[in-house]
C-alpha cells in the first residue's frame, strides 16, 4: 500500500491523525478553514496558522469503485471503494478516503451497492505503514 | 495593446502511424512529425527558430533541434499539466511569432504511451501535494480522479451511462471513417459498451481513451508568410491557458464548486478575445481522455448551461450533421491519444477541407486540451 509522502504543510495532519483526532488547517487571524493545507491564507494572506479539531462527521460527496489495471496492493483488494468525504463542520473540505467496514478492514469491505452520495459517514483510524490515517464508517450499518 | 488575433496561422500539420506499439524511438518519431510538418508547409527545417511542447515531453528542443537541422532558435517554452497543455503550445509559439521572438515555430507531441509504462504507475514520484491526500486511499489512475467528478456529475445533472455513449459512440463513428485512426475497422455498438469491463465505476473501458504510440507537430508562422506556404493558412484566432482560483490539478474536489473546471477559466479569456462566439463554431476538437470530460467541457465552452452538456449530446448532436460535430478524426478515444495533439492537427485539417469526416464548409474550429487539469484552448479559423 502506498503511504502518504508527507510535506511541511500536511505533516501536522498526519501527526493529529496519529493521536485518533480529524483536524483541519484554519487561519488563525480570520479562522477560514483550508484544505490541502498551504503556507498562507487565500483569504487574509496571513501566514498564521493553526489546526481545528472537527467532528469527524461528513458525507459521501462522490464515489468510484476501481477495478484493474491498478498496483499490486490495491489489485489485490479491488473492486473496492474510494469516496470523497464532505465534513459536516465545514462541507468545502473534501477528504479522499475510504469506506470500510471496521477501522483496519480492508477497502473492499463494504458492498458498493450500499455506498450512496449524501450518506452520513463517520472518521476512524487505522495503521497505514508508519502513519495513522482516516478510514470512514456508514453511520448506518 | 498589440493583439494575438489572426496574427499567427498553422501552416504544416504531419504525424506518424498510431499504434499499440511503434519500433522506433520517441526521438525518431518526433523527428519524423516535424519533418512532415514542415514539408507539408513547404519550410525547410534550417528556418525553424522556436519550439514548443509539453512538459511531459521526454525529447527536447536541444536534441530535435540537432536532428533536423534547425538554424538559431530564439523562442523554446514547454507547457506544464499534461495534456492541458496541448494548445498552450500553439498559443506560446503564436505570441512568439505576434511579437517577434521568432519566424517559424514547431509544436510537437511525441509519445509511447501504447507500448512503453503507464506513468501513474510510478510510486517515485507521488508529489507530495495533492498526491499524499489521494493516492493512499486507491485514487490512483486518472481514470479514478474523474470517475470522482464524473459520478457527482451524473448525481447532480440526471446524466447518464447513456450520455457518455453517445459521446464514445460519435468519436468511434468518426474513427470508422479514419483510416490512420486504431479503431479505423472497430464500429461499437451501445451494447459493447454497456457490457464491457470497468475500469473506474462508473467509467467503463469504451469511457477511457487509447493508449498510443505516436507523435504529431505543426508549424506556426505569421499570418503574412502562410499565405506564401503551401496550404490554405489556418488562422490561430484566439487562445488561452486556464487555471481557475483555488484549483487543485485533476483532483479538484477542494474549490467550492469542482464541476466548473479549468475550461470555463480559460473560455472565458478565449471568447473575450474572439470576434465570434459559441454558436458559430462549425466544428470542434473537444479533448477526450475520458467521456466525461466533453460534457463538462461543453459546458465550460458555452455550447450550453451549466448541467446541460450531458442532454446537448442527445439525438446526434455530435455526430457528422448534428448541432456541434466533434472530434472528426476519432479524438482520443479512437484515432489515437497523443496527449491532444491529433485534435490540433485535425482541426487544421478540417479548415483545410481535407478531414476524413469532413463538415461541409467548415470555417471555425474550437480545440480544448485537457479539462480538470490547468488547460488551454485554440479557436482556428480558415
Known sequence: ?141 | MASLKDAAAIAGIGQTAFAKHLPESEKTLACRAIVAALDDAGIDPSEVDGFASYTMEETDEVEIAKSIGAGDVTFFSKVGYGGGGSCATVAHLAGSIATGQASVGVAWRSRKRGSGPRPWKNTAVQLPTPGQWTRPFGLLRPADEIGMLARRYMHEYGATRDHLFNVALACRNRANQNPAAMMYERPLTRDMYMNSRWISEPLCLFDNCLETDGALACVIVSAERARDCRHRPVYIHSAAQGLPAQHHGMVNYWNDDPLTGPAWTAARQLWKTADFGPQDVDVAQIYDAFTPLVPLSLEGYGFCGRGEGAAFTEGGALEIGGRLPLNTGGGGLSEAYVHGFNLINEGVKQLRGISTAQVPDAATCLVTAGEGVPTSAVLLRS
Open chain 1, 1 to 141: 500500500m502506498l503511504t502518504p509522502v508527507v510535506d511541511e504543510d500536511g505533516a501536522p495532519f498526519w501527526e493529529y491523525a496519529a493521536r485518533g483526532e480529524l483536524r483541519v488547517q484554519a487561519c488563525a487571524p480570520c479562522g477560514e478553514l483550508r484544505f490541502p493545507p498551504r503556507p498562507c491564507c487565500p483569504h487574509c494572506r496571513s501566514f498564521d496558522n493553526e489546526w481545528h479539531r472537527m467532528s469527524g462527521r461528513g458525507r459521501i460527496w462522490s464515489y468510484v469503485v476501481p477495478h484493474p489495471p491498478l498496483l499490486p496492493d490495491y489489485a489485490a483488494q479491488a473492486p473496492y471503494n474510494a469516496v470523497v468525504v464532505e465534513l459536516l463542520d465545514a462541507p468545502h473540505v473534501r477528504l479522499v478516503g475510504n469506506v470500510v467496514a471496521a477501522p483496519d478492514a480492508s477497502l473492499n469491505s463494504v458492498d458498493p451497492a450500499r455506498l450512496r452520495i449524501g450518506a452520513g459517514v463517520k472518521v476512524a483510524f487505522t495503521r497505514l505503514g508508519d502513519l495513522t490515517v482516516p478510514r470512514w464508517l456508514l453511520e448506518r450499518s
